[in-house]
Each structure stands twice: as structure tokens, then as C-alpha cells.
């Protein structure tokens, strides 16, 4: 075990910190206002070299490890959590899913695109009708000759409109069960596909959360990515990947709210003296330090144990349910420590707050992964199911 960032990872950090304060920071609050991040700021992420960090160089990658990509996140979600989540999925979810389920032709064309911004990429699993009981899922394919027919709906998908690919959770030829699922790439333009209304959310406001409709939409066999039998596995098994890169987004969003809150109770007096000064407000300093720790080191052990972003179930559960319920309370505790002003627009903490609230939904919620780790503790599945 080795808890020192080696020399080029704080090379990595820090340039990930440089990026962040010009390119990042200066912006956050217009694009929350707006609800919408401009195209030219993904591409700058891209240009960056953020997105397909974890892509071998031949598929346009950098070939740079989980965590590697864990900690620029980590730097960039502290300015704006939108743009941390654009890196996670352009990094993880159905970039891994390509990297190690998808054929060598659908590497090749899908996923230098997506490294350079050329093309985006957001993932569909869940249904207006169907989210944590994911193995229920509705959305029916069949294969007639080269072609997928697809018809269903989805629902809360991150991007629904505004990225180009999206790898479809369906299931095929009404299979009951995981057998039934499979993971097709859509394409913008396919006919009978197309974007269904946006949801208004509370925080994450950036990006456009939504529907998507598939109306006898046809889909090349060629982008069967994952095929139904035994593909539910490898599904869920690349989609750790992304729980891990969900939880260092929201490790980044409380600690850029620690961090702010902790310049401003340090220069702000009351009584004639600092914030800081006061004990009441250094415990709670202390406690939100061992808090965001406690967080940073679960995350990260479940990083470095990757292989290729595929992460282990256990521990990319463990460390999203203890980052998401963390940077819960600590942004809120960052909020109180600016008192009035931590309520006001004019501070970017009501914001941080705001999007720190997601990732106990999504991402799969806190009761879904507790669910996981208590099957991990005890040694056997435990199905939700009503008995039939
Ligand atoms: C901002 C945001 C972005 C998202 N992005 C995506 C995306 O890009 N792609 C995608 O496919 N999905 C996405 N999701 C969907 C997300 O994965 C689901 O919200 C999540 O899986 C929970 O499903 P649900 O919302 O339907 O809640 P439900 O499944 O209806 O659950 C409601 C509540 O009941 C609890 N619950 C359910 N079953 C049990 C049980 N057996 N035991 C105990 N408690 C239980 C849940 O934990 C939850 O608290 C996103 C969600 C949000 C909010």
C-alpha cells in the first residue's frame, strides 16, 4: 500500500488546477443560471485531453489509470460538478463498457471520437416505470436481418438530446429477467428515435436530464454492444466504473465548498475576532476535514484497485454511498458557516448544495448499494423480488 500520489499524478492535479480556475471556475454560476453548459466549453474539456483519459493511446486515449482520471475530476468537480460528470462519462460508464465488452470495429470507430468531443456520449438504462428494479426493464429489441428494432421509452438519461451516442439498455425478444438485457449504441438521426421532454431538477442544472423515445427505431446490428444471455454482468460490472467516477464528483463539489467556506470564516469577524477563531466553528472545520478524508480514501482505494475502469461492486458501492451522504452534509455545514451570505445567489454554495443532493439517486440510490453491501457481507444474493 502506497498513500503518496506519485510525481506525475501531482503533475496531473495541478494542471487539472490551472484548467479549472481559467477555463472552469470563472463560468460555473452563468452555465447553472443558463441550464446549460455551451459546447465550446465540452470541447475545451476535450481539448484538455479529460475526456478518454483512460483510453488506451490507440483508441485516442492517454492511457492513464483510474485513478489517475479520479483525481482530475476530483480538481475540476471542486469548480463545476457539470463538467466533472462530463469527464466521468466520457471516461467511464459506456466509454468502459466499449473499451472492454464492445467489438474491435465499434472501438475503433466510437471511441477515438468520443476522446476527441467529436461526438458525445451519455448512457440509458432506467425507464419512466423501471429504476432501481433495472432487470424489469421494458424497452424491447428484436433483430430482423442487419437491423435492431427498438421500442420503448427512457427516462432521466444525463444528456438526452444534447450528446450524440447513447448506449441502450433493452430487452431482447422479451426474455424475462437479466438474460432478456442487452446494450445497443444509438445514434442521433436513426429513424424513429428521438429526444423526449427535458426534467427540470434541482441542481446539475448544466446538462440537459431527460427523455428518450424509441418508436420501431432502427438500429444497425452492428451496434450490438453487449449481447443479451449473460451481458447483464458485464453491464453492471462497467458501470462500477462509473459509480466510482460519480462519487469523485461529488467529493470535488464538498470539497470546493470546504474550501470557500473555509477562506471566508477565515477572514470574516464577528465579536472582534476571526470565525476561525472561535472553537465551536474549528470543530466544525475539523469534522468536515475527517469527513471529506474518510471519503477521499475510499474513493480512491476503489480507483486503484481497477483494472481498465471496471471496478469492484463492493467497493465502488461503499464509496458512493459515503461521498454522496458526506458532501450532503458537508456542503450544507459549508452553507452555515457563511451564514445569510451562504444562502445568497451571490456565493456559489446554494449551488454546490444543489448538486451535491443528485448522487444519491443517481448513479443507483444509497438503499440499491447498501443492498449490494449487505450481500457482500453476508455472503449471498439478495433478491428483491415478491416471491412469484
Ligand atoms: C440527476 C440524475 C441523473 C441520472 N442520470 C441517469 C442516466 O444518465 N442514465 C440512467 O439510465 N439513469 C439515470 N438516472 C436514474 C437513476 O439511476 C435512478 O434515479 C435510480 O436508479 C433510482 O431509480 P428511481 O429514481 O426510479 O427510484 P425508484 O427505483 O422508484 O426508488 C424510489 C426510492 O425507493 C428506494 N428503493 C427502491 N427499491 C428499494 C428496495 N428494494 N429497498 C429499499 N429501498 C428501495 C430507492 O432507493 C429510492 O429511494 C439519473 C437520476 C438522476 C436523479
Redesign the pocket.
Known sequence: MNFTLSSTQQELVASARTFALAEVAPFAAQWDADEAVPRSHVQKLADAGYFGMTLPIEYGGRGLTTLDAILVIEEIAKQCAISGRLIVDHNFGAVGTILNFGTEEQRQRVLPTVARGAKLI?????EPEI???LTDLTTAARVEGDTIILNGR?R???GAGEREYTLVYARFDAVPGAKGIGALLVEQGYPGYRPGPRIP?LG?RGVR?GELIFEDARIPLANLVVPPGSGFGRLMSAYNGQRVGASAVVLGIAQGAFDYALAYADNREQFGRKLTDFQAIQFKLADMTMELEAARWLIYRAAANAKKTIADRYESSVCKVVSAEMAIHVTNAAMQLLGGNGYSREHPLERMLRDAR?FT????????QR?GIASHILGRPLP?HREP
Open positions: 451519455s448512457i440509458g438504462m432506467t429504476g432501481s428494479a427512457k432521466w438519461i444525463t431538477t446539475v436530464e443528485m439517486f443517481g448513479g443507483g440510490s444509497s438503499e440499491i443492498i428483491q
